[in-house]
C-alpha cells in the first residue's frame, strides 16, 4: 500500500486504533491504492487490534454466478467491483468477513471474537457456493499449477476432452502402442519407479498420450500439469507446496501424477552444470527424502535424444516407464492415411499426418481443429 499523511476514515464498526496492549495498526493511503486495498486494509483491523483474534479462510476455484459468498444476515460496510474482480466487506454479530471474487473463483476470510465463530460464519458464507460440475463421460479435470505474485503456488482446474486410450491407439506406431499399453493399466500396485518420461521429436503425440493417460488412472491418479516448471524447482516453498499435498475426505492421500512439458533443459546430460539445484531436486522428488511418504509420479515430456538426457534421470530402478515416442513407420502412415501421397521415405508425425488429411502441407500445416488435440 502507499502512504499518505493523515489516517483515513475507518468504516462504521470497525476499529483499527488498537489498545496499548494490542498491536496497533495505522493505515497509510496514496494515489497509487485501489478500493481493494483499502478491503483489505480494514479487514486487518480488528484482527490486529486483538478485537477478533482469530481467522479462517477458504478459496474456491469456482463460484456460481448467483452465489454472493456472504452469510444470512450480513451487513454490507464495503463493496469494490470491476469486469473481472470484486471485493465486499461485511460483518455480523462478533465477526468480520471479506469475500473475494474473480472471474471464476473466490476467497473468503473471516476474523471472529472465537475460533468456533470463525468456523461457523466461513461455513454459511460457502455453503452452496462451489460450483462443481461433473465432467463430461470424455473429458477428465486437470489441474494446474503456476506460482502466482499475490496467492503464492496456486491451484486451478479445468475440465479437457480426452479420448480413451482404444480410440487413439492407431495413433501410434506399434512399438510405441504396445509400452503405452502397459502404462494405461498400470494401478498403484504396480508402481515401482516414480518418473514416467515420453521422448521423440515434436508432433509425435505425446501431450496427447499424457491426456488420456489422465483419463485412464482418473480412479486412483490426481493429474495435474505444472505450468512454470522452471520456477518450481528453484522454489523450495512452491516445491514443497505441490510435494505435500492435500489429503481426501477420508484422510488419505490419493496418488498425484505432475506432468512437466517440454524440460529439455532440466533433463538434459549438462543440466547438472546449466540448471544448478534444479535437477537435483526433480530426482529428489521421485526417490529422495522429499517424495518419501508421499505418493507423486512425475512425468516429463522432451523432444531430446535419450543419449542426450543426464544419466541419472534414466537409470534403470527410477523410472516407471521411458517410451520414445518416434513417427510412424511409412507402412503405418500410409495405413493411417489411406493413401501414400505427401508421406515421407522414413515415415510421418502425427502431426503432418492431420495436416495431411485437412489437405494441407505437412511442412506448412493448415489450421488444425480442436479437435485434433495437441499433438506436440
Same mark, same amino acid.
Given at each position: 500500500m502507499g502512504r499518505m499523511s493523515a489516517v483515513q476514515p475507518e468504516p462504521r464498526g470497525l476499529h483499527v486504533s488498537a489498545p496499548e496492549e494490542s498491536v496497533p495498526l495505522r493505515v497509510y493511503l496514496d494515489d497509487g491504492d485501489s478500493p481493494y486495498d483499502v478491503v483489505d486494509a480494514l479487514l486487518l483491523g480488528r484482527f490486529a487490534s486483538g478485537d477478533q483474534p482469530f481467522s479462517h479462510? /477458504?478459496?474456491? =476455484? @469456482?463460484? @456460481? @454466478? =448467483? /452465489?454472493t459468498l456472504l452469510p444470512p444476515d450480513a451487513t454490507v460496510l464495503r463493496s469494490a467491483r470491476d469486469k473481472d474482480r470484486s471485493a465486499v466487506l461485511a460483518e455480523g454479530p462478533g465477526w468480520t468477513l471479506e469475500a473475494s471474487r474473480w472471474?471464476?473463483? &473466490?476467497?473468503v476470510t473471516v476474523t471472529?471474537?472465537?475460533?468456533?465463530? /470463525? @468456523?461457523e460464519v466461513l461455513e454459511q458464507a460457502l455453503e452452496g457456493a462451489a460450483d462443481e460440475p461433473e465432467p463430461e463421460p470424455e473429458s477428465v479435470t486437470m489441474g494446474f499449477w503456476y506460482l502466482s505474485a499475490r496467492r503464492g503456488p496456486y491451484r486451478t482446474t479445468r475440465t479437457i476432452a480426452a479420448a480413451t486410450w482404444p480410440e487413439i491407439r492407431g495413433n501410434y506406431s506399434a512399438k510405441v502402442a504396445d509400452s503405452m499399453d502397459k502404462l494405461m493399466k498400470v494401478t498403484p500396485d504396480d508402481i515401482t519407479g516414480r518418473l514416467i518420461l515420453l521422448h521423440g521429436p515434436p508432433g509425435t503425440g505425446k501431450t496427447s498420450a499424457l491426456r488420456t493417460l489422465a483419463r485412464s488412472w482418473k480412479d486412483w491418479c490426481q493429474v495435474d500439469c505444472v505450468l512454470d516448471p522452471e520456477r518450481l524447482f528453484n522454489d523450495p516453498g512452491y516445491l514443497m507446496d505441490i510435494a505435500i499435498g492435500e489429503e481426501d475426505s477420508h484422510g488419505e492421500q490419493r496418488w498425484r501424477l505432475l506432468l512437466l512439458e517440454?524440460?529439455?533443459e532440466l533433463i538434459r546430460g549438462e543440466a547438472k552444470h546449466a540448471t544448478g539445484q534444479a535437477l537435483s531436486r526433480l530426482l529428489n522428488l521421485t526417490d529422495g527424502l522429499l517424495g518419501q511418504g508421499r505418493n507423486v509420479l512425475v512425468g516429463i515430456t522432451t523432444n531430446e535424444e535419450l543419449e542426450r538426457l543426464h544419466p541419472a534421470v534414466v537409470r534403470p530402478g527410477r523410472c516407471l516407464s521411458r517410451i520414445e515416442v518416434s513417427p510412424l513407420t511409412r507402412a503405418e502412415a500410409v495405413s493411417w492415411l489411406g493413401h501414400g501421397e &505427401?508421406? &515421407?521415405?522414413?515415415?510421418s508425425t502425427l502431426a503432418e499426418l492431420y495436416a495431411l488429411r485437412r489437405g494441407g502441407s505437412p511442412l506448412l500445416p493448415s489450421q488444425a481443429s480442436a479437435a485434433d488435440g495437441l499433438y506436440l
Open positions: 479462510s /477458504a478459496s474456491l =476455484e @469456482k463460484v @456460481k @454466478k =448467483e /452465489a472471474r471464476v473463483g &473466490g476467497e471472529a471474537v472465537t475460533d468456533e465463530l /470463525a @468456523k517440454d524440460c529439455d &505427401g508421406v &515421407g521415405a522414413e515415415g
